[in-house]
């Protein structure tokens, strides 16, 4: 008898630790299904009074009785500047995992920690770095000289060279993406298979050889899974931006040049989301921008997410069987 | 098994240390390596070898597995450069320069050097085509008749030309592991190596697959320089005109084939061949 | 027809001799690389001489523990920012730890499932998620509901970006414990519950603090879901209903302010935070540099997971 109530006790307990563990780990679906709703709910009053067109205006006043808001500048704005910090952050970590991924472990490790240590760097301390020490450097070596060289022709060097602007903000992007970019190409170059390098030595080539024919081709999916995920890093980063990108509003947000400021959809929030009345349909159109900053995000992670792991099942997978 | 273990000390002279019968003059070695010795973190997993491969012959390396011929075999072509805590001595002459100098990249030597490996290793994105012309591209060549002529030449030595010739664009993941095999060697074959090192080619294919790569085997030596790792004698017996027999990371014998097989001078080579163990 | 050895000579003497160059190409990538490296060093050297070299100025006993003085007067202190932050982050992990943990033992021990393919990539996902979006959230399901910015709604957000780095450390940290310690704990008939808690959690428990520590000094850095939930004080801690300061709060409206003392005290305030979260990181890495067994390689796999 004793025994059976043991058992059944057991059972029991173990039935509440398991629906326990079971509702923990559903935690996470239920916030984000709530958080689409809630963003969805409490945006509602923008889509209501300007529709789509919230999509594609341009308009910005907050002005009572004149209020319009219009998000376009503010996704062109994330769009641009993380378009830029691809361009720049993507090259250089994959030229990073080359490195690291290659190197003697003695050496690779130490350069390895240094650069995932880009990533503990608070992004506050990027845009103080940013605002204070590196927007004064960029501004006088690089964007004055462009500028008096090319500002009069090329329209993207024109606009008054302040530091302030969409490239001081795209460059500090890149350098915040390139500890998650290179970290991830690092593991993904590391996965392909020894006796992949090993046909591309065999048929005399060099280490960069090697890598075009073995590596690449291998890992070009978790590659680009990689750079898809450090623009996702890209599009939700705020505070560094916020302090760099010279904060336009409306017309005045959309770029327009390199040297030109603009606003990008994480820092118009973080810029007005305390001083806006929940009364009014400021807050609606500012959580409206959220929520199109969230849908951006998810599809870009899920693609991320879906090209990455599909790499890493590749790696266990038969291709040498 | 303690009767089996050999006393390094007890051979260093190298008795074997060239295939008999040492006596014809005009036989031009190919490669030579000289008091080989390769260490995984401080252990040693070949010990003080010395061969001399004879141009234009069949070399075969039997043993028991764990005996250190694929080592042996990969130090022929620099295979142990990625290798971590691989370190290797001595020295491996390819037409009297040292493939280990310091003054030359492998790169040179390599290009002389083809390989195919125990596993096939195609390069899983790349069409047919394209893997067995992937040495050629390297190396400069780029006219697309001199490929093609390559290509249909290379696929026809590794047998493998009648069942892909229609799909040469087809991508090289989708063959069967005995075709990709094949592919593997017809990729060794099309950088006109003059040396060939096989380790243990036949392991994934059929044995019709492994006769005809015998053949092969057969007809390269007409023209070139073939070390083979294999663990099966009756394909030493086949192939072959010498044969080294490893024990523990030691050379213990190595003659001409049919003299090891039939008349070994040393008392594992004789239990190794006769079946004792393996 | 030429004889096939007549036509591999034929073949060999089509072979280009551009070994040299070919080095010469691989030597300049090999140089190209590695500058890669050197370009994203300097960057993190140039914040971390810059905010010693000018917080140090700043730091003194009064910057410490006063609060801020009147705006431009370059007096006071963050001794608020500072007890501000370490509330947050205390409180966060008191919400976020248990529901990680929970979660990486869903996912590691009942975690063969479509629902915990489903929830682990999710997971993966929300932990890339805007972090100012979780900040509207926990603006608009507490700060919104109370009618007052609130301590609360601040370690919520925060929470829920601890949370799913803590569930993954912890699901691959379980899962590095050999299923034979389970199989015994079963033998001896223990219960599941006792099982995980006592013979699993106490055999992946280094690799589980890695996890916690990493999230602590990921959520120390975050700004930006703070501004809408505790705005931001100049006084110390009164209550957990109302507005609190924190340090990168307190850096971001320094930096805002034109007056050079204002820059400086941001600094002042920059090399605190720096320390507190690279202390973290370094912390890890030498506790680990120093354990000799195979869990190394997999714990700093888990870093990676958590940098991603």
């Not at chain 1, 509003?249 to 810029?271: D, E, K, V, Y």
Request: proline share 4%.
């Amino acid at each position: 008898m004793t025994k059976v109530t043991l058992n059944k006790k057991r059972v029991i307990s173990d039935k509440v630790f398991k629906i326990g563990a079971t509702v923990a780990g559903t935690y996470v679906l239920v916030v984000v299904v709530l958080m689409a709703f809630q963003l969805i709910s409490e945006s509602y009053p923008i889509w209501e009074e300007e529709g789509l067109s919230f999509i594609t205006k341009t308009d910005w006043n907050a002005v009572e009785d004149r209020e319009s808001f219009g998000a376009l500048p503010y996704i062109l704005g994330t769009l641009t500047t993380s378009a830029i910090a691809m361009a720049i952050g993507v090259p250089l970590s994959i030229g990073i995992a080359m490195f690291i991924s290659d190197a003697p472990a003695k050496i690779g490790g130490p350069l390895g920690f240094l650069v995932e240590l880009l990533a503990a760097v608070p992004s506050v301390i990027y845009g103080l770095w940013g605002l204070f020490v590196f927007r004064i450097y960029f501004r006088d070596w690089i964007e004055t000289p462009l500028h008096n060289a090319f500002g009069d022709n090329i329209w993207l060097f024109s606009g008054n060279p302040y530091g302030l602007d969409i490239i001081t903000a795209s460059v500090i992007l890149a350098i915040m993406i390139i500890p998650t970019v290179s970290a991830v190409s690092r593991e993904i170059m590391k996965a392909v298979p020894q006796q992949q390098k090993e046909a591309a030595y065999m048929l005399g080539a060099t280490k960069w050889e090697m890598f075009k024919l073995a590596i690449f081709p291998y890992s070009k999916t978790g590659l680009i899974g990689a750079s898809i995920l450090g623009l996702g890093r890209a599009v939700g980063e705020t505070m560094a931006v916020t302090m760099l990108i010279g904060n336009a509003t409306g017309i005045g947000a959309i770029p327009s040049s390199l040297f030109g400021p603009s606003q990008t959809m994480s820092s118009i929030i973080a810029n007005e989301f305390v001083e806006a009345s929940p009364a009014s349909i400021h807050m609606p159109a500012l959580i409206g921008v959220g929520l199109i900053l969230l849908l951006i995000a998810i599809v870009i992670n899920v693609i991320a997410h879906l090209l990455v792991t599909r790499m890493l099942k590749i790696k266990e997978g038969a291709i040498n069987n | 098994m303690t009767a089996l273990t050999t006393n390094p000390t007890s051979m260093e002279a190298h008795p074997f240390a060239s295939p008999e019968p040492s006596s014809t003059i005009d036989t031009k070695y190919k490669m030579i390596a000289e008091n080989v010795t390769v260490s995984y973190g401080g252990i040693d997993a070949v010990k003080n070898v010395t061969m001399k491969f004879k141009e234009k012959s069949v070399t075969a390396l039997i043993g028991p597995s764990g005996c250190g011929k694929t080592t042996f075999l990969r130090c022929l072509n620099r295979m142990h450069d990625m290798t971590k805590n691989a370190k290797v001595t001595g020295k491996v002459l390819i037409d009297n320069t040292d493939l280990y100098s310091k003054e030359i990249d492998p790169i040179y030597h390599r290009r002389k050097v083809g390989m195919v490996f125990q596993k096939p290793n195609p390069f899983p994105t790349m069409s047919i085509y394209d893997n067995v012309t992937a040495g050629l591209r390297l190396n400069g060549v780029r006219d697309k008749k001199i490929l093609d002529e390559i290509v249909e030449d290379s696929l026809k030595m590794a047998y493998l030309w009648d069942e892909v010739k229609n799909d040469l664009k087809k991508s090289a993941i989708e063959l069967s592991g005995g075709q990709q095999q094949r592919l593997c060697i017809a990729r060794a074959l099309a950088i006109q190596p003059e040396v060939l090192l096989m380790d243990e080619p036949a392991s994934a294919l059929d044995p019709i697959a492994t006769q005809k790569i015998e053949e092969t085997i057969t007809e390269l030596k007409n023209d070139y320089t073939i070390i083979i790792v294999t663990h099966n004698m009756q394909q030493a017996i086949r192939v072959s005109d010498y044969t080294g027999f490893m024990y523990l990371g030691d050379l213990i014998e190595f003659r001409e084939t049919k003299k090891l097989f039939t008349d070994p001078k040393n008392e594992l080579t004789a239990k190794y061949v006769q079946g004792h163990f393996g | 027809m030429n004889s096939i050895q007549q036509r591999r000579q034929e073949y060999r003497s089509l072979f280009k001799q551009n070994v040299a160059k070919r080095l010469l190409v691989d030597k300049a990538v090999k140089i190209i690389v590695f500058t890669c490296v050197i370009v994203a060093i300097i960057p993190l050297g140039s914040i971390l001489v810059e905010v010693f070299k000018n917080g140090i100025t700043a730091i003194s006993i009064e910057f410490l523990t006063e609060t801020p003085g009147s705006i431009g007067s370059g007096e006071g202190g963050i001794g608020p920012a500072i007890q501000g932050t370490l509330i947050i982050i205390g409180l966060s992990s008191l919400i976020g730890v248990p529901i990680g943990v929970m979660s990486g033992i869903f996912l590691s021990e009942y975690g063969d499932n479509t629902l915990a393919r489903f929830v682990r990539f999710f997971n993966d996902v929300f932990m890339e998620f805007p972090s100012i979006i979780l900040g509207i959230f926990a603006f608009l399901i507490i700060v919104l509901v109370l009618g007052h910015f609130s301590v609360w709604a601040g370690a919520f957000a925060l929470s829920l970006i601890m949370f799913p780095i803590v569930a993954r450390t912890t699901e691959e940290s379980l899962k590095m414990v050999p299923m034979t310690y389970r199989e015994a704990g079963t033998a001896l008939g223990l219960k599941k519950w006792v099982i995980t808690f006592r013979i699993v959690i106490s055999a992946a428990k280094s690799g589980m603090v890695t996890g916690i520590m990493l999230s602590v000094s990921r959520i120390g850095g975050e700004t930006a879901p703070l501004i809408m939930t505790i705005l931001g004080s100049s006084q110390f801690f009164s209550s957990l209903d109302t507005p609190m300061d924190a340090l990168p709060l307190r850096i971001w409206r320094l930096s805002l302010l034109p007056y050079d003392s204002a820059q400086l005290q941001g600094w002042g305030a920059a090399l605190v935070l720096i320390m507190i979260i690279l202390g973290i990181n370094l912390g890890i890495k030498y506790y680990f540099m120093n354990k000799k067994n195979g869990f190394f390689g997999q714990l700093i796999k888990q870093r990676r997971n958590v940098t991603k």
